[in-house]
């Protein structure tokens, strides 16, 4: 069926912001102009959008769950999870997966790829995200140290076995013996390789990166910091132009102040915002158990009983919004959490900007930057 979106702002990929009605046809654009009308908009469904803002949907890479939705169980349907994040404005996702015994990991990546292939209504799965077990325990964050493994070439292959060709990413501390060549493998493979969870130095970061790593994960958490004298993690980070830096800008996890130094020092290319949400984003003030851990949800903050940030409850789109209303142009804030996403996972042709041929996965703002809806190939999310 084609559906004609009529009368909305719309951010496209090459005009910038324009007036305009866009048509759909099978669940990807096919037009976009001024007035749509002739042979194509006869029995197709119309949406007024009065106006309104129509955007890119959101692509959240590193996602560990929604809405009571664990993406790194063994055996969970995620139908609950990928239509909440859908209603967020996120319309695809890499789920992911934190450092986990090697058959409990390879059980969630199992599952994942059942569920992509099974493609539940909501978010669109774009592949997988391994945010260890390659990882430091001085930077485990709020993961079990007990869950992390040296990594050797043989864990790997089995790995990259179990995820075929849906591997879209894996977290590895540098500085773990062994790692640099491990680096080069998942790069041969097609997936990125994150630098996360390490109290690497700057000069270890650099061999990662001349090694092949590509990405940081969740820039500033979890990593040894910038010092004068020893720049860290962060200074290599934000200075090497081959390593895109994952942002979260939930403003829990990063001051406003660290996020606008981080989109400076990289420019618009260098950044890729996510979420890092759990399955206890959505849910609410509470205590959840994660890996037989309470966290602790106190309005935009999760913390374990020690106290340390465990992950995010804020959606992509709060993360999205809070960079509007701090003053982003529409057209930046857009790019760094919907096309370069998209970017980085190499699906850029199908989706990430609203051009034709891609992926009708679009959200409607208004002038406040509230979201109205959103349709994801072309489908209303109710």
Not at 75 to 84: H, I, Q, S
Not at 102 to 118: C, F, M, P, T, Y
Not at 232 to 238: C, M, N, P, S, T
Not at 281 to 290: K, N, P, Q, R, S
Request: net charge negative.
């Amino acid at each position: 069926m084609n559906v004609i979106l009529r009368d909305g702002q719309v951010l496209s990929e090459t005009m910038g912001l324009i007036g305009a009605d866009v048509l759909i046809k099978d669940g990807k654009i096919a037009s976009v102009k001024p007035h749509i009308d002739g042979p194509q908009c006869e029995g197709a469904a119309e949406y007024d959008l009065a106006g309104g803002l129509l955007v890119p949907g959101l692509v959240d890479t590193h996602n560990h769950g929604f809405c009571g939705t664990e993406f790194a169980s063994a055996d969970e349907r995620f139908d609950g999870g990928l239509l909440a994040l859908a209603k967020c404005g996120v319309t695809a996702v890499a789920p992911t997966v934190r450092a986990l015994p090697q058959g409990r990991l390879l059980a969630a990546v199992a599952n994942i790829r059942r569920e992509k292939s099974r493609a539940p209504f909501g978010a669109r799965i774009l592949g997988i995200n391994l945010e260890g077990p390659f990882l430091s325990p001085a930077r485990i964050g709020s993961m079990r140290p007990e869950n992390l493994a040296p990594p050797t070439p043989e864990a790997l292959a089995e790995i990259l076995s179990a995820c075929g060709n849906d591997l879209l990413s894996i977290t590895v501390a540098p500085e773990l013996p062994g790692v640099l060549p491990l680096i080069e493998t998942v790069r041969s493979s097609g997936a990125s390789a994150s630098i996360g969870h390490t109290d690497a130095t700057a000069e270890q970061v650099l061999a990662a990166a001349d090694a092949g790593a590509n990405r940081v994960t969740h820039l500033y958490n979890a990593m040894r910091p910038f010092k004068h004298r020893d720049p860290g993690v962060v200074g290599a980070a934000l200075t090497d132009e081959r390593l895109i830096c994952e942002l979260i800008c939930d403003y829990v996890h990063n001051d406003p102040v660290a996020v606008d130094l981080a989109i400076r020092a990289k420019g618009l290319d260098g950044i890729v915002m996510v979420s890092d949400t759990g399955r206890m984003a959505g849910l609410g003030d509470g205590e959840y158990v994660i890996e037989g851990k309470k966290r602790i949800v106190r309005g935009k903050l999760c913390r374990t009983e020690e106290g340390v940030i465990a992950g995010s409850v804020c959606s992509l789109f709060e993360g999205f919004r809070n960079l509007l209303l701090h003053g982003y142009p529409l057209a930046d804030v857009s790019r760094l959490a919907s096309l370069n996403p998209a970017r980085a996972a190499g699906l850029d042709k199908r989706l990430g900007s609203i051009a034709v041929g891609k992926y009708a996965d679009l959200m409607l703002l208004d002038s406040l930057f509230n979201l109205k809806a959103v349709w994801v190939g072309g489908v209303k999310v109710e």
